[in-house]
């Protein structure tokens, strides 16, 4: 192979091989920006149902508090009755 025939052949084949690199490299990007998206979305629905749940535990937790004050003013009112309840 002369000089001749060697730089268009070196020349085309580089080109090709850019090209190829550069879509790789641009479908690469485009499947990881797609990750990313539909990663911020699941986290933004789990954040979401955290914060539901959350709330739904103070919600719970209050109740287990007012319950417990419940049983001892009832347990306070059954000591009242049994001593007499004269006040």
């Known amino acids: 192979m002369t000089m001749e025939q060697f730089f268009p052949t070196f020349f085309s084949a580089l080109v ?3 090209l190829a690199a550069y879509s790789a490299y641009a479908a690469t990007k485009k499947a990881a920006d797609e990750r990313d998206r539909v990663q911020a979305a699941a ?4 954040e979401t149902k955290v914060d539901l749940l959350s ?11 007012r319950t417990y004050k419940l049983e001892a003013d ?13 006040e």
Do not use: C, M, P, Q
Request: no cysteine; net charge neutral; charged share 25%.
């Open 16 to 18: 090709s091989a850019v």
């Open 43 to 46: 986290i933004a629905r789990l």
């Open 55 to 65: 709330d739904r535990v103070d919600k719970h937790n209050n109740l287990i508090e």
């Open 74 to 86: 009832v347990a306070n009112l059954h000591e009242y009755v049994k001593i007499g309840g004269t």
